[in-house]
Structure formats: structure tokens, C-alpha cells
């Protein structure tokens, strides 16, 4: 391993190779288990609130203590990247979490268990930013759609595998293994990361912008904190309506310093290219759809078809396996269509699947439906598979960690305003009707949620064809075509 001459500037990291497998595998599986983590404990959480002496929905603060705490820290994780290393961070990381991990299962109260989450989240924050960030600099353009691909798996595939997982491990063993079975899987990842992840060493970056980092910090941890609140009600509905508020407003103050900044924590310059802006954009609108469809469909499996928990996690599955298929067509698809027809053909489809979930009745078959999920896992996984790899097409290496820092904050964001969104709809709903939450109601939001999601087409129409060519070949396959034919 080489490491930087004491006072020099080091390089940003080694020359990029053709993908090794292990390297996306092991960094899919940390984030596997951070994104998986964070959706089981909802499954959990009446037996974790007896045990704790407190209300379910009291014990909703866990949920809000870890997302406020990943909108804190991961504007920071950019700039800590290239400070120490990106595999120091992210080996790092991975204790953190496992650490965190141990403490939520010791927790004996209210407030042991909201820190310990914060603890977790401050490990999640960095992990998955990092993640991506030691695979752009690891991966030859050529070969990052691929790399991309397995790596998209663990964000789909968590979300749908924790409410199952975690009724099962609840039901049948105890909530305390939900977190314990974090420990060996983050040791594992320690252990693998520092054997086969490349040694991407440290540069000198400006100092930390301290007044920005306080400013996003505000921004992201208020607007996430109130999203949580208003879609969660732990607390008053007014405490997160003023928290947002607040939020939005240390985000403009947070704009004019940004500009005003030589090297601000999240550039806002990183929007002058193109093929970033429209992957941010559509990206962001699209995940709100994500972020919505796995609160709303168990809820809807529950209340309106009467499943259990259990029940409901296995029908809503089906995602995941749309998902990991669609690691073996990625590439291949995006070198004939290209960036642009891809991402429209994948907005398109998911916009349509999701306003098909609202077309659900008692008498629909289960397994249509699972089959509905199915094909809404392989768009989605088209979507961000393929919006992932084209947020970096045309990023400089020097600008990837502000790149991954930026991308996984509005990441965040985007997936809590899809939950309370789709709150505020059942919500709105119900005070309009008078009734009960019905299966009517989720119909609704699913059809009101797929409006949200077709917006995310406009970015991706307006980008030339051949945007993001050097990372998905497209130009090239194009070229070789037409000179085929004109030697034929």
C-alpha cells in the first residue's frame, strides 16, 4: 500500500481498472445491510416500544433520530473522503454502524435507544456516499454501469426485505437480533474492505467549510426531521411544519453562502453539467415514488386486504426479484438505447406500474399483484441503475466526492418527502371523507404519487442523445452499426 508523502498533495487515487467483482460485492453488501436496517425496525416496533415501556408511535422518534442524523453528517462525508482516504472512511464506517448496532440492542430506554439510532445513522451516513465514491474512482468509466448495477441492488432490494425479515426475527426469536445480526455481517465488511477495496489515498482539499456544513446540516437534518413528523406524528404536526419551514430556509441561506464560497461543503457548481443536473432532478422526483410505495403498499396489504405483517412482506418481495435481474441486462440495454430513451422508458413504466397499484381490489389475485411489484422492481431498478451511473458520465474525478455527497442528501431527502407526501394524501383523505382508512383511500394515493413520478420524464427529454455515451457506449455501438452497414 502506498500512502502520501508527509506535507505533499497526494494523488486522488489509483488508475482505474476493469471491474472487480469483489469490490461492488462487498460494498453492496454493507449497503445491503445499512438500507435493510433501516426499514426493519418499522416491523419492530411495537414489541421494541413494550419492551422500552413506551407508545409506538413515541418510539417513531428512533426512526426520525437516524434520518436526521444521516442529513447531518453526509455533507461531511465528501470532504472526509478526501481528507483520510475513502477506504479509511468507509472501513470506519462499517464499525461505526456495527458499534451503534450493539448499543440499540443494550438499550434499556427511550433515550439510550434514539442515541444509539444516531449513532447508527452517523455510520449509515457515511457509508453509503463513500460506497459509491470508492467505486467511481476504482472503476473504468466503461465498466461503471455494471458496477452500478450491483450496487443499486442493496437501496431496492432492503427497503422490500426488511418488514418481512424483521416480522419474522420479532415473531419467532426477539427484536434484539434485528441489530445484533448487524455485528458479524459489519466485521465481515471491515475485514473484506481492507483485503480487496483499492487503497484510494488521500488528497489535501480546502479546509472544511464549517458555516456551510452548519448551514446543510440545518437545512437537511430540519427538513428531514419535519418531513418525519408530519408523515410520522410523533409530535405534533405544527412542530413539523415549522421544522421544515425552518429547514427550507437554512437551505436558501445555505445557497447564498454557497456562492459566495470558494470551496463550499455541497458545490452547487457540480449543476452546470448537464448530465449531474438532469440525474439529480429526475432522480429526486422519482424517488419520492420510492420512498412512497414501500409505506403505503403494506399498509394497504394490511388495512385494506387484511394480511398480516408477515403476509404483507412476502407479497411486496417480488420487488426485490425485479430487481436483481436487472443487473445482467443493464448494460447491454443502456449501449443500444443509451442514458436518455432508457431513463424515459423507465420513468414512464414506473409512473404507469405505480397508478396500476391503485387499480387493487379485494378481488384482485395476489399474485397479480406480486407480479404488478415484480415489474415495478425492474423498472425502478433500470431507473436507478442507470441514473446513478449518469451522475458521474461526465464528473471530473477531483469533483466525485462532492458528487456523492450531493447526490445521497437529496437521496435522502427525496425518499422522506415520498413517505410524508403519501401521508399527507391518507391523511387529507380521510379528514375529507370522515371514515376510516379504507382501501379507497390508498387507491387514491397511489394514482396522485404516479403524477409525481411521470415528472421525473421532463430533465431526461430535454438531454441530448448521446449524453453520458463514454460511460454507457452508446455512441460508440451507434458508430460501429452505421459503418457496418455502409461496408455492406
Known amino acids: 500500500m502506498s500512502h502520501p508523502s508527509a506535507g505533499a498533495p497526494a494523488a486522488i487515487g489509483p488508475q482505474k481498472s476493469p471491474m472487480n467483482r469483489i469490490v461492488p460485492l462487498i ?38 433520530s437516524y434520518m436526521v442524523s444521516l442529513a447531518v453528517f453526509i455533507p461531511a462525508s465528501g470532504w472526509m473522503a478526501d481528507r483520510f482516504g475513502a477506504k479509511r472512511i468507509f472501513r470506519l ?28 445513522g452517523m455510520g449509515g451516513a457515511m457509508m453509503t456516499p ?21 450496487l443499486t441492488i442493496p437501496a431496492l432490494v432492503g427497503p422490500l426485505a426488511g418488514p418481512p425479515l424483521g ?31 483499492p487503497e484510494i489515498r488521500a488528497a489535501v482539499p480546502p479546509p472544511i467549510d464549517v458555516k456551510g456544513f452548519l448551514l446543510s446540516a440545518a437545512a ?32 436558501w441561506l445555505y445557497v447564498r453562502h454557497a456562492k459566495r464560497h470558494p470551496a463550499p461543503i455541497l458545490d452547487l457548481r457540480l449543476f452546470q453539467d448537464s448530465a449531474f443536473r438532469a440525474a439529480s432532478i429526475g432522480g429526486t422526483l422519482f424517488r419520492i415514488s420510492v420512498g412512497a410505495v414501500p409505506f403505503l403498499m403494506p399498509l394497504m396489504l394490511q388495512v385494506g386486504f387484511g394480511l398480516t405483517p408477515f403476509q404483507s412482506g412476502l407479497v411486496t418481495f417480488t420487488g426485490a426479484i425485479g430487481a436483481i435481474t436487472t443487473k445482467f441486462l443493464a448494460r447491454r440495454v443502456l449501449t443500444f438505447a443509451g442514458f436518455r430513451t432508457t431513463l424515459i422508458v423507465a420513468s414512464v413504466c414506473g409512473a404507469a406500474l405505480t397508478f396500476v397499484n391503485g387499480l387493487f381490489t379485494l378481488s384482485t389475485p395476489f399474485a397479480a399483484i406480486a407480479f404488478v411489484l415484480l415489474l415495478a422492481g425492474f423498472a425502478r431498478s433500470f431507473f436507478f441503475t442507470s441514473v446513478n451511473a449518469l451522475s458521474f458520465a461526465d464528473i471530473a474525478d477531483q469533483d466525485a466526492s462532492k458528487a456523492t455527497s450531493m447526490g445521497a442528501v437529496l ?14 394524501i391518507l391523511e387529507i383523505e380521510t ?3 370522515g371514515s376510516p382508512l379504507g382501501l ?12 409525481l413520478t411521470l415528472a421525473a420524464v421532463i430533465p431526461f427529454i430535454a438531454m441530448a442523445k448521446n449524453a453520458g455515451a463514454t460511460v454507457s457506449g452508446h455512441r460508440l455501438a451507434v458508430k460501429e452499426s452505421e459503418t457496418t452497414a455502409a461496408v455492406k
Open 220 to 251: 437537511a437534518a430540519l427538513t428531514m426531521f419535519g418531513l418525519s413528523v408530519i408523515s410520522l406524528p410523533a409530535l405534533p404536526p405544527a412542530i413539523g411544519v415549522v421544522s421544515t419551514v425552518a429547514g427550507l430556509l437554512s437551505g
Open 411 to 424: 437521496q435522502q431527502i427525496s425518499l422522506a418527502l415520498g413517505v410524508a407526501v403519501a401521508g399527507a
Open 93 to 120: 464506517a462499517t464499525l461505526v454502524f456495527a458499534v451503534g448496532s450493539i448499543f440499540c440492542a443494550m438499550s434499556g430506554s427511550l433515550v439510550a435507544f434514539v442515541v444509539a439510532r444516531f449513532l447508527q
Open 167 to 197: 416480522g419474522f426475527i420479532t415473531t419467532y426469536f426477539s427484536w434484539h437480533w434485528i441489530f445484533l445480526i448487524n455485528v458479524p455481517a459489519g466485521l465481515a465488511g471491515y475485514a473484506l474492505s481492507g483485503i480487496y477495496l
Open 440 to 451: 379507497r383511500d390508498f387507491q387514491i394515493a397511489f394514482m396522485l404519487i404516479s403524477v
Open 431 to 433: 379528514a375529507l371523507t
Open 27 to 64: 460494498l453492496a453488501v454493507a449497503l445491503f445491510m445499512e438500507q435493510m436496517d433501516s426499514t426493519v425496525i418499522a416491523t419492530s416496533l411495537p414489541a421494541i416500544a413494550h419492551d422500552l415501556g413506551v407508545g409506538p408511535i413515541t418510539l417513531k422518534l428512533a426512526l426520525t
Open 130 to 150: 463513500v460506497a459509491r465514491l470508492v467505486l467511481v474512482r476504482s472503476t473504468s468509466r466503461s465498466e461503471l454501469v455494471s458496477a452500478m448495477a450491483l
